[in-house]
C-alpha cells in the first residue's frame, strides 16, 4: 500500500484541493447571489447548473479519456474550472452564473472520474478498498473545509473567487510533474436504464429520489441557511457538518448493511432520516449546536443511501454489468441532483425556511413507502444472492469508473509462501 501511495500522492493533492475549491464556491456563490439581488428560484437554477455540469461530463468524459489521455483531459478540466471561478464577479447575471456553474459542474465531473479511473486501474486488487476508502475520507474532509473558507474574507468583494481559481491551479502543478504514467482506458459496457430498472427497481428508484434529497442537501443548503438567518460564518460551519456527518457514518452504515438484509436496512436509515428532518423543521434555527449537530446526523444517513442503493442493485447483476449499471444508476442519480435545488428553493421561496427540512423529510419518507411496498411484492433479496458491499466510496468509484474489479463468489485463496 505504502508504494501505491507514493506513487498516487499528486492525484491525491490534485483532487484534495479541486474539491476544497468546488466547496467553497457553492456556499460563496450562494451568499454572493443574495447580496446581488437574485431571488431565490434564480439562485436554486444556478445552484442546479451545477449537477447539470456533472451529469452531462460524466457522460462525456469516457470519450474525452479515449481521445486525448487522463493528463490532459485533468489538467484542461481543471484550468477551465480555475478561470470560471474568477468569472463570477466580472459577470453579475442569474443567466451567465448558470453558464458557469454549468462549467464548473462539468469539470469536476471529468476530475473525479479520472482521478477514481486512474486510482482503481492503478491499484492492486489487495488495496484497492483501502485506497478508495482513503479516497473518499480525503473527499469528504476536503469538502468540509472547504465551506469553512468562506470565512476568511468578505463574500461580497473578489477574494474568495480569487482563492477558489488559485487552490484548483495549484492543485494540478504535482500530478503534471509526476513521472507516473497514466493507465490505459478500458471503456465500459452500457446498461440501459429500463433494463437495469427491471433488474433492481429498488435500486434505481431509490437513486434518483435520494438524488432529489442530496442535491437539495448541497445545492439548496446555503440557500436555506441565508434565508432562515444565519451569519456567514454558520452557513460555513453548516455546510461543513453536511459533509463530516457523511465521513463519519458511512464507514459503520456500510458495515450494517453488509450483515443485514440491505433493503431493510434501507428503510430503517430513510424512517430515522425523515424523523430527524422532521425534527430539524421544528427546532429553532437559534438554537445553532442543536442545529449543527442533527443536521451531520441526518447528513450522515442521507448520504449512506446512495452506497445502499448501489448495493442492492449490484446485488442482482451478473459481475459483467457491473460497470455499465454503474453509469446508468449515476444518470438516474444525477438527475435527481439536478431537479433537488429547484424543488426545494421553490418550497423555500413559497413557504418559509423550515420548509427545507419538510421537504427532506418527505424524500425520505417517499423512499421508505416505496421500499416497503416493493418488498412486500418481490419479498427480500435471498442471501447467497447478495454481493460483499464494499466501503460505501468504492461503490462510488464503480459508478463512473471506466473499469472495476470482477466480482466472485468464491474467496481468494492466499497464495502458499
Known amino acids: 500500500m505504502r508504494s501505491v501511495l507514493l ?3 499528486a492525484l491525491f493533492f490534485g483532487i484534495t ?4 475549491s468546488t466547496s467553497l464556491q457553492g456556499p460563496l456563490l450562494a451568499v454572493r447571489a443574495f447580496d446581488e439581488g ?11 447548473g451545477n449537477y447539470v455540469g456533472f451529469l452531462v461530463g460524466a457522460l462525456a468524459t469516457p470519450l474525452l479519456i479515449r481521445n486525448v489521455g487522463h493528463v490532459k483531459v485533468f489538467a484542461a478540466s481543471a484550468s477551465i474550472a480555475s478561470g470560471t471561478a474568477l468569472l463570477y464577479t466580472s459577470f453579475v447575471d442569474p443567466a451567465v ?14 476530475i473525479f472520474i479520472v482521478s477514481e479511473a486512474w486510482l482503481n486501474q492503478s491499484c492492486p486488487n489487495d488495496v484497492r478498498g483501502r485506497i478508495m476508502s482513503l479516497y473518499g475520507v480525503l473527499s469528504y474532509f476536503a469538502a468540509g473545509a472547504g465551506a469553512l473558507l468562506l470565512n476568511l474574507s468578505d463574500p461580497q ?55 432529489l434529497a442530496e442535491g437539495a442537501l448541497f445545492g439548496a443548503g446555503p440557500i436555506f441557511a441565508d434565508k432562515a438567518g444565519l451569519t456567514t460564518a454558520e452557513i460555513s460551519i453548516f455546510m461543513a457538518v453536511i459533509s463530516l456527518g457523511g465521513l463519519i457514518l458511512l464507514w459503520p452504515i456500510g458495515i450494517l448493511t453488509d450483515r443485514y438484509d440491505r433493503s431493510k436496512a434501507m428503510i430503517a436509515i430513510t424512517v430515522l432520516a425523515a424523523l430527524v428532518s422532521f425534527l430539524l423543521a421544528v427546532t429553532p434555527v437559534g438554537l445553532g449546536i442543536l442545529i449543527f449537530l ?16 448501489s448495493a442492492i442493485t449490484n446485488d442482482n447483476l451478473e459481475p459483467d454489468e457491473m460497470v455499465g449499471c454503474g453509469a446508468t444508476l449515476f444518470i438516474c442519480f444525477s438527475v435527481g441532483m439536478i431537479l433537488g435545488p429547484v424543488f426545494s428553493t421553490e418550497i423555500i421561496e413559497a413557504w418559509q425556511p423550515s420548509a427545507y ?61
Open 7 to 9: 506513487s498516487s500522492w
Open 17 to 20: 484541493f479541486a474539491i476544497l
Open 38 to 48: 437574485f431571488d431565490t428560484s434564480n439562485t436554486g437554477l444556478i445552484m442546479a
Open 97 to 110: 452564473w448558470f453558464v458557469l456553474r454549468f462549467a464548473t459542474g462539468f469539470c469536476v465531473a471529468v
Open 157 to 211: 468583494g473578489y477574494g474568495l473567487f480569487i482563492l477558489a481559481s488559485v487552490m484548483i491551479s495549484f492543485g494540478i502543478v504535482p500530478l503534471l510533474l509526476s513521472a507516473q504514467p497514466a493507465p490505459a482506458f478500458i471503456a465500459p459496457r452500457r446498461l440501459g436504464v429500463r433494463a437495469l430498472f427491471h433488474k433492481a427497481p429498488l435500486g434505481v428508484g431509490a437513486v434518483f429520489m435520494i438524488g
Open 294 to 309: 442533527l443536521t451531520g446526523l441526518f447528513s450522515g444517513l442521507c448520504l449512506s443511501i446512495y452506497g445502499i442503493c
Open 357 to 417: 427540512f419538510l421537504y427532506l423529510a418527505t424524500v425520505h419518507v417517499l423512499i421508505a413507502v416505496y421500499a416497503i411496498a416493493l418488498m412486500v411484492r418481490r419479498g427480500p433479496v435471498p442471501a447467497p444472492k447478495r454481493r460483499p458491499a464494499a466501503s460505501l466510496v468504492e461503490r462510488r468509484g464503480q459508478l463512473v469508473t471506466p473499469s472495476t474489479e470482477e466480482w466472485s463468489p468464491k474467496p481468494k485463496q492466499a497464495e502458499q509462501p
